[in-house]
């Protein structure tokens, strides 16, 4: 078992001498998955305020926590999580939204202020985002700035902690700099790549917001955190190359390259879709560096010393060499997707639904075949076709999307909830279902569903693609991409079976 990162820090106990009880809301997020294991192995209670509750259950901490299912945008789901509670840890944010994210984030934190004023919770901690006094801020972190405000107006004490690029395997910041590195060893860049950077460890973040839990109730305030190091960003490439083991890159600053240039630059190259990419390129205008370091007087720095950013980087790509990602950026829903129900459920009615049907016998177990269903995507690739696949997901990835470059957070597992390449998991049930549900840009929504069932001989694969068009162009887009379907869609079942069924044969000379 991992070391806690705040083992050496007080923890809060309410007046009956028992572990404070946390609730922690964007449980599905980077960081709040993480906060719970970390919370717990502390020794504190928690509770999880998550919509779509059913998406944690493949998390390591699940039996050890109570979950409210519910929005933090209904008055009834938040006063059913906050009742009880002494520390609120506020995790949300809609930087994903494609529009009136602002606005989103704005009545998302009064409504949470309000309820947690009205169930009495003694500490709300927010982690927020570094912002320079006396600059023009960009949306984004001046969105973090306002919702800090809306949470400390409250009248709950409330410890806003102020982060800038947080390096860790899975985070948006960190799969940024990490895909620019490593695939451009020349690049012509924007003039942001100068602009100075604090950056932080992930381990370092959770320290802190496990510690601030038990900071004195009289105190409520802002606080910068950040690494030892600070950088422009071109020197934080150079220094992630040299982590990394890479040659030094050639970087040439232009002055040219306007933010929405080098966002959809951004886009294109790493897994970072083009709403997101946009509003932390917009955000690296501003000098994102600690004015003090008053929170080392209430939370000390670990016995080691807080993380230098070589240490975090040779930890991150430790950490994905070893499929050890506990949680990815891609891991919180993307707001706009499709959440409607399956097509063939009961409740449907109406509409226009294609599908395209495979099924293919096997000698293979259920279980053996369900090995090669759930590693799908990510670098195994869809067992067929591979230029057409990455040729959907170029185009996609022209037009705002996903793409490819998303992956897997695990090569092998997977998780309901978890992003798979342009798909994200919408049901799993080992060792007999797999549905994905496209979060590429289409006129429509769409599935691809595995179901496995057993037979006399081994088992029988079930592959369904469906398609639910929106509009006469949504038609149009279904017949025009027909024939491909024709081409991919039969290769893969049947190599997928045959994948499973030599793995079989192996085992068993």
């Not at 901490?61 to 938040?78: F, H, M, Q, T």
């Not at 994903?96 to 009495?120: D, P, R």
Request: charged share 25%.
């Amino acid at each position: 078992m991992r070391t806690p990162c705040a083992a050496d820090l007080p923890v809060l106990k309410t007046a009956a001498g028992e572990p404070a009880l946390c609730l922690v809301t964007g449980a599905t997020g980077y960081i709040g998955g993480r906060l719970i294991r970390e919370l717990l192995l502390s020794g504190y209670r928690v509770r999880v305020l998550a919509r779509g509750a059913e998406r944690l259950r493949d998390h390591e901490w699940i039996n050890s926590v109570e979950v409210i299912d519910g929005d933090a945008r209904d008055p009834k789901a938040l006063a059913a999580a906050l009742a009880g509670v002494d520390v609120a840890y506020y995790l949300l944010h809609a930087l994903m939204s494609s529009t009136n994210f602002e606005q989103e984030e704005n009545l998302t934190a009064e409504l949470f202020a309000a309820a947690a004023k009205s169930n009495n919770v003694k500490r709300i901690v927010y982690l927020g985002g570094l912002a320079p006094a006396h600059q023009e801020l960009s949306d984004h972190l001046r969105s973090r700035v306002e919702t800090g405000r809306i949470l400390r107006d409250s009248g709950v004490p409330t410890i806003e902690l102020r982060a800038g690029v947080v390096i860790g395997s899975g985070s948006a910041s960190f799969e940024m700099l990490r895909y620019l590195t490593e695939r451009l060893p020349a690049m012509i860049t924007p003039k942001w790549v100068n602009t100075r950077i604090q950056p932080i460890a992930v381990r370092d973040v959770l320290r802190y917001l496990v510690g601030s839990a038990a900071i004195d109730s009289s105190i409520s305030d802002a606080y910068d955190i950040g690494g030892p190091d600070v950088f422009t960003y071109v020197q934080m490439m150079q220094a992630y190359a040299k982590a990394a083991g890479l040659r030094k890159r050639i970087i040439v600053p232009v002055p040219v390259l306007t933010p929405n240039l080098s966002s959809g630059w951004v886009g294109l190259v790493t897994p970072v879709p083009l709403t997101l990419a946009r509003r932390l390129v917009e955000s690296l205008k501003n000098e994102v560096i600690c004015k003090d370091d008053r929170i080392r007087s209430l939370i000390p720095d670990p016995p080691q010393g807080l993380t230098n950013f070589h240490d975090a980087v040779e930890l991150a790509l430790t950490r994905i060499k070893e499929a050890d990602v506990a949680t990815r950026w891609t891991n919180a829903s993307t707001p706009g997707a499709p959440s409607e129900a399956l097509p063939t459920d009961p409740d449907w009615a109406g509409g226009t639904l294609y599908s395209d049907i495979r099924e293919v016998q096997s000698s293979a177990t259920p279980a053996q075949l369900w090995k090669f269903v759930e590693s799908i995507g990510g670098e195994h690739g869809y067992y067929t076709a591979t230029f057409a696949w990455e040729l959907r997901g170029f185009l996609d990835r022209i037009v705002g999307g996903a793409g490819l470059r998303r992956g897997r957070r695990d090569a092998e597992h997977l998780r309901e909830g978890d992003a798979l390449d342009f798909w994200r998991v919408e049901a799993l049930e080992r060792p007999k279902l797999l549905r994905l549900r496209a979060e590429m840009k289409l006129p429509g929504l769409a599935w691809l569903e595995f179901v496995i069932e057993p037979t006399e001989t081994g088992s029988k694969l079930i592959q369904r693609a469906l398609f639910v068009p929106k509009g006469l162009f949504g038609h149009a887009y279904w017949w025009s991409i027909s024939p491909l379907h024709g081409f991919v869609f039969p290769g893969m079942a049947k190599h997928l079976v045959q994948a499973a069924e030599k793995a079989a044969a192996t085992t068993t000379v």
